[in-house]
């Protein structure tokens, strides 16, 4: 006959309060129940648990013996039952989280502190990679969620949240003779040579800036190619031409490479950063760090 939980809950129960009556108070039961359910377990065990006696309920040599293990046995079970009930609720686990190099100049820094102390038993397991390769990676089921550059295509099988906007600003060498200057139009930079995001690589961003140029009145002359901004910086203070890129790369400047506002209109604004992840994700701990992402900073 096998021994269930709930017979162990009332073994333990009795022991402890030395009373049947005690216990039953305690484990909201009738006495006459809870003493059929204690003869059931001592049928199951095979032999005595229990007696009674003058000075209360005491156990058995062999209820001793299964005391520790029945302790146990409740414990790593509400254990379970807690640790189950917090991934279901976001609050403990792994959260595999892409992000794109530039969500480490303001967003990460951000949002990850209050979301480590919110939620302190969530393991983070952080992966850099360009927007394409975390789409990739999230469709592959190899991280929960992934913060990458937009525009993003509609897709049916993903959702996603803008959790940060910025502006497209100008990246030009330190020898330049704009650098230093106040806001200019992006169409006097026509003649310059641009190293360009990858097309295959970072879609979203070469579009955006592409999409600036044309309505500047040009087509960018492409010196070279890219996929992390940081990148892009570096070509830029090598001399290898000029970039559009993050207002937020500021944050890591250079003394080599001088960051210039633009005036253009479609300029302010132009980025976003998004949270994605599958539609319908079981990781409830995605949809903890989207709600921390769209949360407000206090004033």
């Known amino acids: 006959m096998a021994i269930d939980l709930r017979q162990l809950r009332q073994f333990v129960t009795i022991a402890e309060l030395g009373s049947y009556r005690r216990a039953a108070d305690a484990l909201h039961i009738a006495q006459p129940a809870l003493s059929v359910s204690i003869q059931k377990l001592e049928h199951a065990v095979g032999v005595p648990l229990l007696v009674r006696g003058a000075k209360g309920v005491t156990t058995t040599p062999a209820g001793d013996a299964l005391m520790a293990d029945a302790r146990r046995a409740l414990f790593h079970t509400d254990q379970a039952r807690q640790a189950a009930r917090r991934v279901a609720l976001g609050e403990w686990g792994t959260l595999r989280l892409g992000f794109v190099g530039s969500a480490t100049y303001m967003l990460l820094p951000r949002c990850l502190p209050a979301f480590r102390a919110q939620?302190?038993?969530v393991q983070l397991d952080l992966r850099e990679d360009?927007?394409?390769?975390?789409v990739a990676m999230l469709r592959a089921n190899e991280i929960d969620a992934g913060l990458v550059r937009g525009p993003?295509?509609?897709d049916s099988e993903l959702d996603s949240w803008v959790v940060e906007r910025d502006d497209l600003i100008l990246a030009v060498p330190a020898r330049h003779p704009l650098a230093g200057a106040g806001?200019?139009?992006?169409?006097?930079?026509?003649?310059?040579?641009?190293?360009?995001?990858s097309p295959a690589k970072v879609p979203g961003l070469n579009g955006v800036t592409l999409a600036l140029c044309h309505k500047a009145g040009f087509s960018p002359r492409i010196s070279q190619e890219a996929i992390q901004v940081q990148t892009l910086v570096s070509l830029v203070a090598s001399g290898l031409g000029v970039a559009l890129v993050p207002g937020v790369t500021r944050a890591y400047s250079t003394p080599h490479v001088a960051f210039v506002p633009l005036t253009d209109p479609d300029a302010q604004g132009a980025l976003s950063l998004s949270l994605v992840t599958h539609r319908d994700t079981s990781c409830a701990s995605v949809l903890r760090l989207r709600d921390s992402m769209l949360t407000p900073e206090p004033a």
Do not use: C, H, K, Q
Not at 130 to 134: A, I, R, W, Y
Not at 184 to 190: C, E, F, G, K, P
């Open 119 to 121: 939620y302190p038993d």
């Open 130 to 134: 360009s927007t394409v390769g975390l």
């Open 152 to 154: 993003l295509a509609e």
């Open 183 to 197: 806001p200019i139009a992006l169409a006097s930079m026509r003649s310059e040579n641009f190293v360009l995001y």
